[in-house]
Each structure stands twice: as C-alpha cells, then as structure tokens.
C-alpha cells in the first residue's frame, strides 16, 4: 500500500490567496519530499525537509513536517494562475539510500484567475 | 543535459503483445526507478535499481522486466501485455548522496494503451 495519503483530493482558489495541503504517512522515515506535476508532464522536485527539520522555506513554499503525527502540510502564499497542478508528497519510507521512493495520491490544485 | 529521456512518448499495444520502454539518463545517476500513474492512484514503484547489475521489485512489479547493464540505461520490459497495463509510466534517476537523501529527476513519461 503507498505510504502517504493526501488532503484534500482537490483545491479550488482564487489567484492571491494561500493553499494548504496536507500528507500522512506510515512508517518510519529520514526525509520526505513534495514534487509539482504540471499537466501531461513529469513530476518536478519542489522541496525536501529531513525528519529532524519542523519547518522549511523555499520562496513561496512553506512547508512543515511533525514526525510524532506522522504528517506534513505543503503551504503555497501568494498563489499563481501557473501553480495550478498537482502536488505529490513522496518519502524514503525509512530505506536510506536507494533512491526508492513512495508517493502519495497527490493533490489537485486549481488557481483561478 | 538532456537528464532522463523516455521513448516511446505514445504506444498502442494489442493484448499479448511484448514491448520495451527505454529509458536514459546522462547525469550518471546511480539509481533508477519505474513508476506507473493511475488515476487516483498517485504514482506507484514497479522496479528499482542503486547501480549497474542491481534491481529489485517495488510495489507493483508483476507482468514488468528490467535489467540495467550501464548506469545509463534502465528499460522496462513488458513481455505479455494486458490491458491492466495501460497507464502513464514514468522514469527517474537520482544521485547517491552523502545523507542518503535522494532527490529524483523524472522522464516526462510514455503512455501506455494496451488494447
């Protein structure tokens, strides 16, 4: 079974405002990361906080992780007609080095004009 | 750089059929993976390899091949497809870091239809 699950499913907003997704996971991990899928395309890596990390930064992208919960939230300020997507929350599920990795369902983000 | 290309981007393929989704990356990345996207179902691990002459099963590795005789090359093999098979599939590479956190850069996909 996939280790994250994510919600919501789907998010309708308005350009300006601020969307919040959020994951879950199972097991155990070292790091987990959130990836951009634009549509028809591959994914694209946004960023990765360790599980030693609460909070982490990158421009527009705030995200934050509480490993006692086993959950992370992926916060977009600010939103752009071009962040529509869908968002992916992917972690190593504990396995270290491998380059193996499990993904959730994802979140579909829609930004209106 | 071309990072990781997928070929073919489109295929039909009739049930019972055999194919090869290639794969190539030129970031010498030591590891590989395959996934599948289903709708709603998020993108799924079906074979992964951490270098050359190394693989191993993923979540969904059934009905799937492959083999990585360079560091640059993972092809997926399908040797008898069936219609559960159509998806989009994905490749992607990532280095080995010192801190075992694996960033991975991703194909832009081949879709699959199998008739």
């Known amino acids: 079974s996939q280790q994250g699950e994510e919600d919501p499913q789907a998010l309708s907003i308005q350009e300006g405002e601020n969307a919040t997704m959020n994951c879950s996971y199972k097991?155990?991990?070292?790091?987990l990361q959130w990836y951009r899928q634009n549509s028809g395309r591959g994914l694209v890596h946004l960023i990765l906080i360790r599980s030693n990390e609460r909070e982490k930064h990158s421009g527009r992208l705030r995200v934050t992780l509480d490993t006692s919960k086993k959950s992370s939230s992926l916060l977009i300020t600010a939103s752009r007609a071009a962040d529509t997507a869908s968002y992916f929350c992917a972690t190593d599920a504990g396995s270290g080095n491998t380059g193996k990795l499990i993904f959730g369902q994802g979140t579909t983000l829609q930004v209106k004009p | 750089n071309a990072g990781v290309t997928q070929t073919p981007k489109f295929q039909v393929l009739k049930t019972g059929q055999s194919m090869t989704l290639q794969c190539a990356q030129d970031m010498n990345h030591e590891y590989m993976s395959w996934y599948r996207q289903d709708p709603g179902m998020g993108l799924r691990l079906i074979h992964y390899s951490v270098g050359a002459g190394i693989t191993d099963q993923g979540e969904v590795p059934n009905g799937y091949n492959v083999s990585r005789s360079t560091t640059e090359d993972f092809p997926l093999r399908l040797l008898s497809a069936a219609p559960s098979q159509t998806s989009v599939y994905f490749c992607?590479?990532?280095?080995?870091?010192?801190?075992?956190?694996?960033?991975?850069?991703f194909g832009a996909g081949s879709r699959l239809t199998v008739l």
């Open positions: 097991t155990s991990i070292n790091n």
């Open positions: 992607a590479s990532s280095p080995r870091t010192a801190s075992g956190a694996n960033v991975l850069t």
